[in-house]
C-alpha cells in the first residue's frame, strides 16, 4: 500500500478531472490487487441515489438506494462497511454471483459524502484491516481533488 500510495497520489496530482482521476484510481487499484470489481459510485442528491461511475471488472448495478445493499449502508452509516461473506449481509444486492466479500469507503467533499468506493472480491473474507486502511488513505487523496 506504502508504494502504491506514492503511485496514486502521483497520478492524480496534476489532473483535475474527477472523473478522469476515480477511473485511474480504479483500474491501478484493480489490476495492482487483482480484485474482482473496483470501482465508484457518486451520490445523486435529485434521485437519492448512488450512480455508477468509473469502475474495472463486470458490469454493475447502475444505481442502488440509500441504506440498500453494502454500498447505500456505507453511505448512511457514514463509514467504511467491511464485509466478510456479503451472502451474509441483510439487503445485499447481488450485482454478480461471483462476489463473495466486499469493501465500500464513503468519499467525502465539503463534510458530505459524494460518493463510494466499492470494492468486491470472490474470496471470502478478504479484506483486512491493512486493506480498509490503506484504501481509506487513497480515498482521501482523491479527495483532496473533489
Same mark, same amino acid.
Given at each position: 500500500y506504502?508504494t502504491l500510495?506514492?503511485q496514486i497520489?502521483a497520478?492524480?496530482a496534476?489532473e &483535475?478531472?474527477?472523473i478522469a482521476?476515480?477511473?485511474n #484510481?480504479a483500474a491501478?487499484? /484493480?489490476h495492482? *490487487? !487483482? *480484485? @474482482? @470489481?473496483t470501482?465508484?459510485? %457518486?451520490v445523486?442528491?435529485?434521485? !437519492?441515489?448512488?450512480?455508477l !461511475? =468509473? *469502475?474495472? &471488472? =463486470?458490469?454493475?448495478?447502475? %444505481?442502488?438506494g440509500f441504506g440498500? &445493499?453494502?454500498?447505500g449502508?456505507? @453511505?448512511e452509516r457514514?463509514?467504511? +462497511?467491511?464485509?466478510?461473506?456479503? /451472502?451474509?449481509? =441483510?439487503? /445485499?444486492?447481488?450485482?454478480d454471483?461471483?462476489?463473495?466479500?466486499?469493501?465500500?469507503?464513503?468519499?467525502?467533499?465539503?463534510g458530505e459524502? *459524494?460518493? #463510494?468506493?466499492?470494492?468486491d472480491s =470472490?474470496c471470502?473474507? %478478504?479484506?483486512?484491516?491493512?486493506?480498509?486502511?490503506?484504501l481509506?488513505?487513497?480515498?482521501? +487523496?482523491?479527495?483532496?481533488?473533489?
Amino acid at each position: 500500500y506504502k508504494t502504491l500510495f506514492g503511485q496514486i497520489k502521483a497520478l492524480v496530482a496534476d489532473e &483535475g478531472d474527477l472523473i478522469a482521476n476515480m477511473a485511474n #484510481v480504479a483500474a491501478m487499484l /484493480h489490476h495492482e *490487487f !487483482g *480484485f @474482482w @470489481w473496483t470501482g465508484f459510485y %457518486r451520490v445523486d442528491i435529485a434521485s !437519492g441515489q448512488l450512480v455508477l !461511475g =468509473p *469502475f474495472q &471488472g =463486470p458490469v454493475a448495478c447502475c %444505481r442502488i438506494g440509500f441504506g440498500k &445493499g453494502v454500498c447505500g449502508s456505507a @453511505w448512511e452509516r457514514k463509514a467504511t +462497511v467491511v464485509v466478510p461473506d456479503v /451472502h451474509q449481509f =441483510p439487503g /445485499h444486492i447481488a450485482c454478480d454471483s461471483a462476489s463473495n466479500s466486499e469493501i465500500v469507503i464513503p468519499i467525502y467533499k465539503n463534510g458530505e459524502i *459524494f460518493g #463510494v468506493l466499492d470494492i468486491d472480491s =470472490p474470496c471470502l473474507n %478478504r479484506f483486512t484491516q491493512e486493506d480498509q486502511a490503506g484504501l481509506e488513505a487513497f480515498v482521501k +487523496v482523491l479527495e483532496t481533488g473533489i
